[in-house]
């Protein structure tokens, strides 16, 4: 794993106060995982498809 920058260290000093929840949280961004992205419904579900099938885009 790469050095954290700077800004991150100091980011995550200022959020939390112990040393281990600080490289947790460190380490959640500079190893991150892909999720697949969701929909979630809050009123009852369409009858018929809203949204149209896209391809994804590698960022």
């Known amino acids: 794993m790469e050095k954290p920058s700077n800004p991150l ?3 995550s000093r200022s959020l939390f ?3 281990a929840e600080q490289e947790k ?3 959640a961004l500079s190893n991150r ?3 697949n992205p969701a929909i ?3 009123q009852p ?3 018929e498809n ?3 099938l896209e391809i994804s ?3």
């Open 40 to 42: 979630l419904w809050l």
């Open 25 to 27: 949280f460190i380490h």
């Open 9 to 11: 260290l100091k980011l």
């Open 33 to 35: 995982q892909a999720f």
């Open 50 to 52: 809203l949204f149209n």
């Open 17 to 19: 106060a112990d040393t």
């Open 45 to 47: 579900k369409p009858t």
């Open 57 to 59: 885009v590698v960022w």
